[in-house]
């Protein structure tokens, strides 16, 4: 059974730092897209960040660019964020997603079909 597990959040200051986990156990997900996605009380769920796990292209929302970064270790089955420059607006549960999306669909949340339970960051101003 194919399963995706969270781990990194917590709360840090405004400017800090965390790196989130997404390991994933019981399926072939080398040739999936993984993305991290974000949900804040009371607001849908957003795109925060994808990568192509063959290629490693990369994509982010306008809202993180420059200050998240995503990555990959094939060794471990796990998909990195890096997040750097925190602000309070990011706080959010973060979940983390597998699919196999087109380009134009990447920052959908009904493109991923595998997801994990979510790992709560809050940054504190």
């Known amino acids: 059974q194919e399963q995706l597990v969270e781990s990194g959040g917590g709360v840090v200051q405004s400017g800090g730092s965390l790196r989130l986990s997404c390991a994933a156990s019981?399926?072939?997900?080398?040739?999936?897209?993984w993305a991290w996605f974000r949900q804040a009380p009371g607001k849908e769920r957003e795109f925060v960040s994808a990568i192509r796990w063959m290629h490693g292209s990369t994509y982010f929302a306008d809202s993180v660019k420059g200050r998240f970064a995503i990555s990959r270790d094939s060794s471990k089955n796990t998909v990195y964020l890096q997040m750097n420059s925190l602000k309070p607006e990011d706080t959010a549960v973060y979940y983390c997603?597998?699919?196999?999306?087109?380009?134009?669909?990447?920052?959908?949340?009904?493109?991923?079909?595998?997801w994990g339970q979510g790992t709560q960051v809050t940054v504190s101003s």
């Open positions: 997603g597998a699919g196999r999306p087109i380009t134009s669909t990447i920052r959908r949340e009904n493109s991923y079909y595998y």
């Open positions: 019981g399926g072939a997900f080398s040739g999936y897209t």
